[in-house]
C-alpha cells in the first residue's frame, strides 16, 4: 500500500531523475552538487552544504494538511497480470505439453462437449515437475473420471473424435481500493546564494509540473497537484536561501492479493 513514505520517495525519485538525467556519476544540469533526500535537513548537516556551495532539496510531508479523498468503489481489479510458461498444443485427439515449467502455475484440460461428457482436470504446478510429470497428472486425474488417456512423454492421446480443449494458468495480484487520501508536500530547494537558488528551482519546478500522476512502489498510481511557491530569505544572514514549492499528492491505500488465472468455467443449465 502507498502511505506517505511512499509518496515523498516518488518526489524524490522524480527530482533525481531532473537533477542528474545521465546518473550521479555525470555533471548535473544545476552547475553544482546536490543532495535530494525525504525529510527536514538536520541544520549543521544543511550549514556544511551551504559553505561548500552543494545544493539540499528535501521533500517533506506537512502535518496537518492530509484530508481524505476516498471516492472509488472497492470492487477488486487486476493490478499484477497472471503468467504462465507451460504451452498447450492440441491436434485432433492429441493434446502435446511444451514451454518452461515454472510455479505457481496449473495446466487444465477439458475433455467432451457438453455435461455430463464433459469432463475437466486442473494440475497444480509442482516444483521440481517437467511437463513430461504434467501430462501424467493430467492423465491420472481424468483417468479416475472415466477419460480415456494415454501419455509417452509430454505427450496426451485420447480417444478419437473427441474435442480436447487445454489452457495454461499463472498467478497474478488483484488489488481493491480501500481509501484515498491527499496530503501536501513541500519540495524545499536550499542554496547558498539567490542566483544559485534562482538557477536550480525551475528545473525542480519543471520536473514536478510535467507528470499529472504519479506512480508508487506498490504499483498504484496517484495525482500531483500544484499548490503554491514560497520564496523565504530569512536566513540569508547565514548565506542560505530557500524556495518552497508545495505540491499536493493524492494516494491510495489498497489491499491485495494473490488470485489465480480462471481456466475451466462450468454451467449448469436446467430446463423450466
Given at each position: 500500500?502507498?502511505?506517505e513514505?511512499?509518496?515523498?520517495?516518488?518526489?524524490?525519485?522524480?527530482?533525481?531523475?531532473?537533477v542528474?538525467p545521465?546518473?550521479?556519476?555525470?555533471?548535473?544540469?544545476l552547475g553544482?552538487?546536490?543532495?535530494?533526500m525525504?525529510?527536514?535537513?538536520?541544520?549543521?548537516?544543511?550549514?556544511?552544504a551551504?559553505?561548500?556551495?552543494?545544493?539540499?532539496?528535501?521533500?517533506?510531508g506537512?502535518?496537518?494538511t492530509?484530508?481524505?479523498?476516498?471516492?472509488?468503489?472497492?470492487?477488486?481489479?487486476?493490478?499484477i497480470?497472471?503468467?504462465?510458461?507451460?504451452?498447450?498444443?492440441?491436434?485432433?485427439?492429441?493434446l502435446?505439453l511444451?514451454?518452461?515449467?515454472?510455479?505457481?502455475?496449473?495446466?487444465?484440460?477439458?475433455?467432451?462437449?457438453?455435461?455430463?461428457?464433459?469432463?475437466?482436470?486442473?494440475?497444480?504446478?509442482?516444483?521440481?515437475?517437467?511437463?513430461?510429470?504434467?501430462?501424467?497428472?493430467?492423465?491420472?486425474?481424468?483417468?479416475?473420471?472415466?477419460?480415456?488417456v494415454?501419455?509417452?512423454?509430454?505427450?496426451?492421446?485420447?480417444?478419437?473424435?473427441?474435442?480436447?480443449?487445454?489452457h495454461?494458468?499463472?498467478y497474478?495480484?488483484?488489488?481493491?481500493?480501500?481509501?484515498?487520501?491527499e496530503?501536501?508536500?513541500?519540495?524545499t530547494?536550499?542554496?547558498?546564494?539567490?542566483?544559485?537558488?534562482?538557477?536550480?528551482?525551475?528545473i525542480?519546478?519543471?520536473?514536478?509540473?510535467?507528470?499529472?500522476?504519479?506512480?508508487?512502489?506498490?504499483?498504484?498510481?496517484?495525482r500531483?497537484?500544484?499548490?503554491?511557491?514560497?520564496?523565504?530569505?530569512?536566513?540569508q544572514?547565514?548565506?542560505?536561501?530557500?524556495?518552497?514549492?508545495?505540491?499536493r499528492?493524492?494516494?491510495?491505500?489498497?489491499?491485495?492479493q494473490d488470485?489465480?488465472?480462471?481456466?475451466?468455467?462450468?454451467t449448469?443449465?436446467?430446463?423450466?
Open positions: 500500500m502507498a502511505d513514505a511512499d509518496a515523498g520517495n516518488a518526489l524524490v525519485a522524480l527530482i533525481a531523475a531532473a542528474y545521465n546518473g550521479t556519476s555525470q555533471p548535473s544540469p553544482a552538487p546536490a543532495s535530494i525525504r525529510g527536514w535537513p538536520v541544520p549543521a548537516v544543511l550549514d556544511q551551504m559553505s561548500t556551495g552543494q545544493v539540499v532539496i528535501s521533500v517533506f506537512q502535518n496537518g492530509e484530508k481524505n479523498v476516498t471516492r472509488f468503489s472497492r470492487d477488486w481489479a487486476q493490478l497480470p497472471a503468467v504462465e510458461t507451460v504451452t498447450t498444443t492440441v491436434v485432433d485427439n492429441v502435446t511444451g514451454g518452461a515449467v515454472q510455479t505457481p502455475q496449473n495446466v487444465a484440460v477439458i475433455v467432451g462437449d457438453y455435461p455430463p461428457s464433459k469432463i475437466s482436470a486442473i494440475y497444480p504446478v509442482q516444483p521440481g515437475d517437467t511437463v513430461a510429470t504434467i501430462a501424467t497428472g493430467l492423465a491420472t486425474l481424468l483417468t479416475a473420471q472415466g477419460v480415456s494415454s501419455t509417452a512423454g509430454p505427450v496426451l492421446t485420447f480417444a478419437p473424435n473427441v474435442r480436447v480443449v487445454a495454461a494458468g499463472g497474478g495480484t488483484i488489488v481493491r481500493e480501500l481509501k484515498r487520501q496530503r501536501c508536500f513541500t519540495i530547494v536550499w542554496c547558498n546564494s539567490p542566483a544559485q537558488r534562482d538557477q536550480v528551482s525551475p525542480v519546478d519543471i520536473a514536478l509540473a510535467r507528470p499529472e500522476n504519479l506512480r508508487f512502489a506498490d504499483g498504484t498510481v496517484g500531483l497537484l500544484y499548490e503554491r511557491t514560497l520564496i523565504l530569505d530569512e536566513r544572514t547565514v548565506e542560505i536561501y530557500r524556495r518552497d514549492i508545495q505540491y499528492v493524492e494516494y491510495p491505500t489498497i489491499e491485495t488470485a489465480t488465472k480462471i481456466l475451466v468455467v462450468e449448469d443449465i436446467t430446463p423450466n
